[in-house]
Nanobody, 124 residues
Framework: QVQLVESGGGSVQAGGSLRLSCGAS????????MGWVRQAPGKEREFVAV????????YSADSVKGRFTISRDNAKNTVYLQMNSLKPEATAVYSC?????????????????WGQGTQVTVSS
C-alpha cells in the first residue's frame, strides 16, 4: 500500500504561481511513477503530468506544457508540481497518484493509489 498526502493548494490570481507537494509513505520505492491529475467541477479527471521513478523522464499534458513542471525527491519521498502562469481554467482539485504500471501513464485510470486532493483556485 502507498499513502499519498498533498499540500500547497490555495487561491491565486491569474498569472501567479503555486507549488504543490505530495508526500508518500508506505510501500514506496523508486519504481512507482508519480503523477498529478486534476478534476474541475462538473468535469472528468484530467491528466496533468507524470514523472518516472528515477526522474529520468517526465511528461505533461499539452495544456500545461511550458508552465507546469513535475519533479520528485526520492530521498524525501516527495513529488512536486510547480505551476507558473496560472490561468482560471486551472481551477480544480489536484490529486497526486502513483502506479507501478508503466503503460498509458497519461490516463487517470492507470493509477492505483491516490491522495485526497488539494484545491487550487485561480481568479481572473
Amino acid at each position: 500500500q502507498v499513502q499519498l498526502v498533498e499540500s500547497g493548494g490555495g487561491s491565486v490570481q491569474a498569472g501567479g504561481s503555486l507549488r504543490l507537494s505530495c508526500g508518500a509513505s508506505g510501500r514506496t520505492n523508486r519504481y512507482y511513477a508519480m503523477g498529478w491529475v486534476r478534476q474541475a467541477p462538473g468535469k472528468e479527471r484530467e491528466f496533468v503530468a507524470v514523472v518516472s521513478g528515477n526522474s529520468d523522464s517526465t511528461y505533461s499534458a499539452d495544456s500545461v506544457k511550458g508552465r507546469f513542471t513535475i519533479s520528485r525527491d526520492n530521498a524525501k519521498n516527495t513529488v512536486y508540481l510547480q505551476m507558473n502562469s496560472l490561468k482560471p481554467e486551472a481551477t480544480a482539485v489536484y490529486s497526486c497518484a502513483a502506479t507501478s504500471d508503466m503503460a498509458k501513464l497519461d490516463r487517470a485510470a492507470t493509477y492505483n493509489y491516490w491522495g485526497q486532493g488539494t484545491q487550487v483556485t485561480v481568479s481572473s
